[in-house]
């Protein structure tokens, strides 16, 4: 995999399903310093994630977990990021579900849409990540773009007393919509650890991850702003999908109407590849797991986990939404952030005293 | 008629998959496969049935809701 589709891939993953639920709403009107905020310290995690990935050259995230941890706390390392991928996954999914049964196939059955998605991104990691790498690099610019088109035509619409005044409410929602911002969608990044192949020489994973982090940040912090600019602070947190209801505003003479389909279609690009990426993490943490190199068996019976955890969540959408803006963000931040940041330690320890041991070999040695 | 629906399906899934590991002689990979797929299969039919099946979401959320106080 070359350097652009690993910083595309992050880019189109972030973007995923926060194009149209959009975290952050505490903040209101002072989103864009919230989103700010949550890149910033998206930036800093995100380090812990690349030393983890660069402790041994040449080595993936499995063989450097085994060799620092050990066989029992690297396995445990991983199951913890493989239930994460597998977890998220069901997420992504209800989400893409709901929201089709929602704005579209009011008759269809959820269950229907999500098996259709989920059978279309098992064909894509049967074919592995190089190949969903090099489909996502001719996508990605056509989300973008079309973003960007977006919110140049909705600029009509847009009113910027809305974002004022600044710091109406003080610091305390802006560092609350900033964690809401990190754990949902910025660190859902760390799913890339168990996804990332080995690099080839010249890949730089620090560049992978955080020009991934940038442009994905900025689309979402352009996108956000956009929402709160048209609909309003108040109007926006209320909405299950404010993005979607901010390009239904687009009315440009009799001709250029109805583009929230063109959003819909967008989100769905988006969310395929998101969730082709967890379900990948899902299969290939769970091959290495146990012992198994390729995973590819895998992928029927998970595909059909997913779908079950999927119908066993709740699918009231008030229950859903509550969950995303209050629960993800603990629960989340102990795969993102507490799990992570303990393999750092425990890694930079190792290291350490692995350097003693050779220091002293030399001295006596000479 | 439901159940039968999801055992058809099941079958027509399945039986390709342990034909091609049966074929490579993939004994370790034929087992884990049935164990995951006969863990899809139960959860398949006691959604089927309506049994409540609490989710880790569910329980997790009821978890942290309450720590919040709300």
């Given amino acids: ?366 | 008629m439901k159940i039968a629906i999801i055992i058809i399906l099941y079958v027509i899934v399945t039986i390709p998959s342990i034909i091609s590991l049966k074929n490579k002689n993939k004994n370790k990979e034929i087992k884990i496969f049935s164990v995951l797929i006969a863990t899809g299969l139960i959860l398949s039919l006691l959604i089927t049935l309506g049994v409540d099946i609490p989710s880790v979401d569910e329980i997790v959320g009821d978890l942290v809701l309450s720590m919040l106080g709300e």
């Fill in chain 1, 1 to 366: 995999m070359t350097q652009k589709q690993a910083i595309f891939l992050i880019v189109m993953f972030i973007i995923g399903s926060s194009i149209l639920i959009v975290m952050g709403m505490e903040a209101k009107k002072d989103i864009w310093l919230a989103i700010i905020t949550g890149m910033v310290a998206s930036a800093i995690i995100m380090l812990i994630y690349v030393r983890l990935l660069t402790a041994l050259p040449g080595r993936d995230f499995f063989e450097t977990m085994e060799f620092f941890l050990g066989k029992v706390g690297g396995k445990v390392i991983i199951f913890f990021l493989t239930w994460f991928c597998f977890d998220l996954c069901a997420i992504v999914l209800r989400n893409y579900g709901q929201f089709v049964v929602t704005v579209g196939l009011k008759e269809t059955p959820m269950i229907v849409i999500i098996s259709v998605m989920i059978a279309i991104c098992a064909l894509a990691i049967y074919y592995g990540i190089e190949v969903i790498g090099r489909w996502n690099e001719a996508f990605v610019f056509f989300v973008i773009g079309f973003l960007l088109i977006s919110i140049i035509l909705v600029s009509g619409n847009m009113d910027t007393n809305n974002l004022l005044p600044i710091f109406d409410e003080g610091f305390k929602p802006i560092l609350k919509g900033a964690f809401g911002v990190t754990t949902f969608p910025f660190l859902e990044t760390v799913a890339f650890l168990i996804v990332f192949p080995k690099f080839s020489k010249g890949v730089s994973v620090e560049k992978v991850y955080l020009k991934g982090l940038l442009i994905g940040g900025v689309v979402i912090l352009l996108t956000s702003v956009t929402d709160v600019l048209v609909l309003g602070s108040t109007i926006a947190e209320g909405m299950f999908y404010p993005t979607y209801s901010t390009f239904s505003t687009i009315h440009i003479g009799d001709f250029i109407y109805r583009l929230e389909a063109i959003a819909a279609i967008v989100f769905v690009i988006a969310v395929f590849v998101k969730i082709t990426i967890l379900l990948y993490g899902a299969c290939n943490g769970t091959a290495r797991l146990l012992g198994i190199k390729d995973y590819r068996f895998l992928i029927i019976p998970i595909c059909i986990l997913v779908v079950n955890s999927t119908t066993i969540s709740s699918d009231d959408m008030i229950f859903n939404q509550e969950w995303a803006m209050k629960v993800w963000r603990y629960y989340g931040s102990f795969f993102e952030i507490i799990i992570p940041l303990f393999a750092y330690i425990i890694v930079e320890i190792r290291i350490k005293s692995l350097n003693t041991k050779n220091q002293t070999i030399n001295e006596n040695g000479n």
